[in-house]
């Protein structure tokens, strides 16, 4: 098992123009088996709002959902770099609600880098939390907490006027002192000339190639089934191969298959001794 990076670790990665493939994780399980294929990074997103919780969007989500599946998240994977996502809500007030807030995702699950949304909006936000000596990514582009004043979760910088603004952000992030930068759903001619202009590792998710891609794991495995992201390369169908298991189950209790005799535990005295104390209760 390869020893847990560092963000020094993603920055010589940047350099030496070797990619960084992470995913997020929600829960112990997908943490376990993310880090068995050795993930570089895990985003305990609040995408968990909507793809283990079942809301329609991720405003909903709270800090403490947020902290609770980060800490599944870090026992599951205790070798791994995992970035905590600050909910909406959780930044938006003031430096010091944001300080607040990333201090409680370090000291209560354990994580070693927070991730907020925005760029020139929250450049005082980022400079706060990183004066207090936590590591913060950016995330910029598509920004699915804003994704109503967006219009919904739509692609952004495809025209000039809206390239310069994903500009602007992205030097705004890097300015204010993150460690990195996600880029969501922007061209791949944007995020091409931002990950070279900027000197902290910028990732994709559905932004096309720079330093390192990042997928939503349900998205990926095909355990989410409201929609799939046009970015999205489908590695697995575990909502199908989950779903059969169970009608097969259903179908072996209902006709008394199960369960067969090699799924019960075996008494240890004689069936006649049985018999005796069944009679005391007769
Ligand atoms: O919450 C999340 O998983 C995210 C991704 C959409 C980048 O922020």
Redesign the pocket.
Known sequence: MPKKKSILDLYKMKKAGEKVAWI?AYDYPTAMFAEAAEMDML?V????GMVTLGYSG?VPVTMEDCISHCQAVRRGAPKTFIIG?MPFGSYQGSDEQAVNNAVRFLKEADVDAI?L?GGVRVQTRIRAITDAGIAVFG?IGLT?QSSGQLGGFKAQGRDVKNARGVIEDAFAVQEAGAMAL?V?AVPPELTKFIAEKLEIPVYS?GAGDCDGQ?L?SSDMVGKFQAFTPKFVKVYANIAEIETNAYKVYVKDVKEGVFPSDDYVYHITDPIEEFEKLFKEFE
């Open positions: 997020t985003l997103g609040d995408s968990l991720t996502d991730k949304e995330h699915p996600l969501e998710i990042l939503i």
